[in-house]
């Protein structure tokens, strides 16, 4: 996917997805649906403490498409 992908704001303040964006996450929008896909997309998500579960957590939460990921991580 390039960096100058074709994702644009639609007037409610979403992205509307690219079509590369469809093809990268193809699986996820059979499963949930476009609509979803898209609130993800412009959902922003923290994630406080990094234990070996929340870091997979974290990972998890990345590969669904998010427009942001905060980590916390207040014991290193």
Do not use: H, P
């Amino acid at each position: 996917m390039s960096s100058t992908n074709s994702s644009k704001f639609t007037a409610a303040n979403t992205y509307t997805i690219s079509e590369d964006e469809k093809a990268v996450y193809d699986r996820q929008i059979r499963l949930w649906g476009l609509e979803t896909q898209n609130r993800l997309r412009s959902s922003t998500v923290l994630v406080a403490g990094l234990s070996g579960c929340g870091s997979e957590v974290s990972k998890n939460l990345m590969l669904t498409g998010l427009k942001s990921l905060t980590l916390l991580d207040n014991k290193t």
